[in-house]
């Protein structure tokens, strides 16, 4: 359990990290995943620091309780994403179905606190 929270915790760095940099940029990529820059998109971004800083909290003091509260709300809003979005072949929300996957067999193991 604790080696499948520290992944998932890592896996949200890496993927946050240049997400929220290309975001704040404006880099190219980001109006093709994400659509021109708007109020939306800064709230997105916002959202996304969020999850980035109690991630990097969690790694530094690590409370499986609390991992599992930040896992399952990004599990429901990366499942919605789909519908909300209204395909599956936007590339933001492919990403979105594999993290949620990955983090779905955390949040298993810590509801069980099982170890892998």
């Known amino acids: 359990m604790k080696t ?4 998932s915790l890592l896996l949200n760095v890496a993927v946050l990290v240049p997400v929220t940099l290309g975001l704040v940029t404006d880099a190219a990529w980001t109006g093709e995943a994400y659509g021109e820059a708007s109020p939306a998109r800064g ?19 690590p409370a499986p309780d ?6 399952a709300v990004q599990i429901i809003y990366k ?3 789909p519908f909300s ?12 179905l594999a993290i949620a996957a990955f983090h779905t067999v955390t ?4 509801f069980n606190r099982t170890t892998p």
Do not use: E, K, Q
């Not at 709230?43 to 003091?61: C, D, E, K, P, T």
């Not at 979005?85 to 979105?96: D, M």
């Open 4 to 7: 499948m929270i520290v992944l």
């Open 107 to 110: 949040l298993f193991l810590i």
């Open 43 to 61: 709230i997105l971004l916002a959202v996304y620091l969020a999850i980035l800083i109690a991630s990097v909290g969690l790694l530094v003091r």
């Open 79 to 81: 499942v919605i994403t």
């Open 85 to 96: 979005v209204g395909t599956l072949s936007n590339p933001v929300v492919t990403s979105n």
């Open 66 to 71: 609390m991992v599992a509260a930040l896992l």
